[in-house]
């Protein structure tokens, strides 16, 4: 039975270089893959995906209302698909991760999703939080915080370095750090509105 998958990290910890070993490994034993890629992740050329490692590839593009169960039902109109892999996972919309589960599910592919978890403030992302509560296999891809600790939080910086705790969810660029949650300061950068007692 196919699974739905969630390999999720902090940032730079290797997620798109792990999704394109993947497709790598698939098509060495002669295996047809589809790679996803968002609209919205414009740091590269569109419809590539590419690692920090040099590592690149095409992908298929797709937008917020895009159905991803279409694209892979059509494809398997003129030739099998054994594997799906989608990038950036954390900007799927809620509909088109029930989309990929329906894939496993009545297509009988599996789904490889990447991403991150949250955002700059510890918020989960939308596609990310669905991709937790349905998928059968969650993988975390360790990455490490500047303290030695395990990174799990994703910390935006100004220009100057500095920690940015205020703005919209989105900003695509290569302005992050990976972070354990005592380094991101939770309670200082969380919009719940909770600071512990003196």
Known sequence: MAKLYFYYSAMNAGKSTTLLQSAHNYE???????????????????????????????????ETGDDLFVAVRD??????????????SQFLQPAQVLQLTLVCDRLGVPVLCYGIRTDFRGEPFPG?????????ELVEIKTVCRSGKKATMNARLDEDGNQVITGEQIDIGHHYIALSRSEFNLPAVSPIDYRPPE
Request: aromatic fraction near 6%.
């Open 128 to 136: 990310s939080k669905y991709l937790l509560a349905w998928a059968e």
């Open 75 to 88: 494809r398997l109109q003129d030739e099998l698909v054994h594997c799906v892999l989608v990038d950036e």
């Open 28 to 62: 060495e034993r002669g295996m047809n893959v589809m790679l996803f890629t968002p609209h919205i992740d414009d740091r590269e050329e569109p419809g590539v995906i590419s690692s920090r490692i040099g590592l690149r590839r095409p992908a298929i593009v797709f």
